[in-house]
């Protein structure tokens, strides 16, 4: 059972920046697809950010393409959610994901993740 925790979240004015974290207790995220998905109150859980790096692939929804930047460590077992000129619309809970198979899955479908982290919240004031 792969476990994810999620940090870094918090209160943050519009403009500006956070890095979330997302610590796995297993080697997955080289060879799995590790996901970000984010969701506001009222709202459907939605993608965010994604990658597969050992296909080079690297997805972003549109609405963060050129503010946010997904990463990994490999030594510290941790994905990174770099995110910038961060909006008022950015506000909700930012939940890591990781699949549980090592072929290629569709990274924005949440189905295809089999495992979620607890979420961290974000909020951008205006």
């Known amino acids: 059972q792969v476990q994810l925790v999620e940090s870094g979240g918090g209160l943050v004015q519009a403009g500006g920046s956070l890095r979330l974290s997302c610590a796995a207790s297993e080697r997955t995220f080289r060879t799995n697809t590790m996901g970000w998905f984010r969701q506001a109150p009222g709202k459907e859980r939605e993608f965010v950010a994604a990658?597969?790096?050992?296909?080079?692939?690297?997805y972003y929804a549109d609405s963060v393409k050129g503010r946010f930047t997904i990463s990994g460590d490999n030594a510290k077992i941790t994905v990174y959610l770099q995110m910038n000129s961060l909006k008022p619309e950015d506000t909700a809970v930012y939940y890591c994901?990781?699949?549980?198979?090592?072929?290629?899955?569709?990274?924005?479908?949440?189905?295809?993740?089999?495992?979620w982290g607890q979420g961290t919240q974000v909020t951008v004031s205006s």
């Open positions: 990658s597969k790096w050992d296909r080079g692939s690297i």
């Open positions: 994901a990781a699949s549980k198979s090592t072929a290629w899955v569709s990274p924005r479908m949440r189905y295809e993740y089999d495992y």
